[in-house]
């Protein structure tokens, strides 16, 4: 195993995923929980703040209706009947394992898109961390249809790294880390660091996903990416190996380490891009590409396409003029406007709108390129 001195961290998000918690595909087993309920404790110890995002209400509610046809248990309206009835079964698992109160926090996507609601989560999971409790996470299955879904765990705990203001997220697996091509093949090579993510390491990582969970490598590399834009180093260890998780505990890194990104983005910028979800798409020309990528805003008169339904303050994706996203940002304008200023030079917006919200259709401001 490959071992290197973990970065130095006060607070941790740490995922268990469902194989971990159900590696028999449904109900809750302690196989691999002790270890891992071992090292939070010795987290704790140490003086460290741990939260923890834990998948299997799906799993655990499926172990106690066995009789509910497969075909039904996939539906959507299935899965969320069993995570209703499977939550709490999970909670009674974990906290057998603690002292410390657990605390359960269910959250979807808009908890974190809504300002009021992600401060509100934000100030309660503040406040158990200082009552020494454990706050078990999960997402919010039984409200969630899709739009309000982040949809797996892997990517919710990122999001839960960011809200609660950790500087380490481990992804407990049932892998070893990531590898250079798929871990069957020969010769694969598990990487020990990433520093960028690109797409050769994408393509390699494919989606393959373990019959329990949602997620794959393709989701653990999202939330990396989450993670690494916010400043937060993420690893990805097997929880099925003791010895990995006794090297955590002793201050060792095995598995992957996403490296933080040096220059992490604003919690703005962080918010447009990885929480917002696009409404719409605006293509633009060769020089207005090259503005954008010199820094600059979007103007209406490099517009040459708008698509959607979008209305002034939603996210808009920039399109190049051969069709690759080149960039993402808040739109000034609702998309019949867009249509009626696109092309047009900025002191006719006033003449042709009878009003002017600003000279630029996406302000730099409101503006990462991806
Ligand atoms: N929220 C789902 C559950 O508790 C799991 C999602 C995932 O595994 O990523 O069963």
Known sequence: MNERTLPDFKRVVLKVGSSLIAPDGQGCSTRFLLDIARLIQHWWRQGKAVVLVSSGSVAAGRDRLPQVQPAIQRALSGKQALAAIGQSLLMTHWQRLFDRPCAQVLLTRQDLQRRRRFLNA??????????????????NDTVAVDELKLGDNDNLAAHVA?????????????VDGLYDRHPDQPGAQLLADVSTIDDK???????????????????????????????IDTLIVNGRNPDALLALESGFCPGTRF????????????????????????QVDAGAEAALRKGASLLPC?????????????????????????????????????????????????????????????????????
């Open 259 to 282: 490296h933080a990104s040096r220059q992490p983005l604003s919690a703005r910028k962080h918010w447009l891009l990885h929480t917002q979800q696009s409404a719409g798409q605006l």
């Open 122 to 139: 934000r100030a309660t999971l503040e406040q158990l961390l200082a009552w020494q409790t454990l706050p078990i996470v999960n997402e």
């Open 162 to 174: 960011v809200l609660s203001d950790a500087d380490l997220l481990v992804i407990l697996s049932d």
């Open 201 to 231: 390491l994408r393509a390699g990582a494919g989606d393959a996903s373990t019959q329990v969970g949602t997620g794959g490598m393709k989701t653990k590399l999202q939330a990396a990416q989450v993670a690494m834009d916010a400043g």
């Open 302 to 370: 490099g517009i040459t396409a708008v698509d959607g339904d979008f209305r002034r303050g939603d996210r808009v994706d920039i399109l190049s003029p051969s069709g690759l996203l080149l960039a993402t940002g808040i739109s000034q304008y609702d998309a019949p406007e867009l249509h009626r200023i696109c092309g047009q030079n900025t002191d006719k917006i006033a003449d042709i709108l009878g009003y002017l919200y600003s000279e630029e259709a996406v302000h730099r401001d409101d503006l990462v390129l991806t």
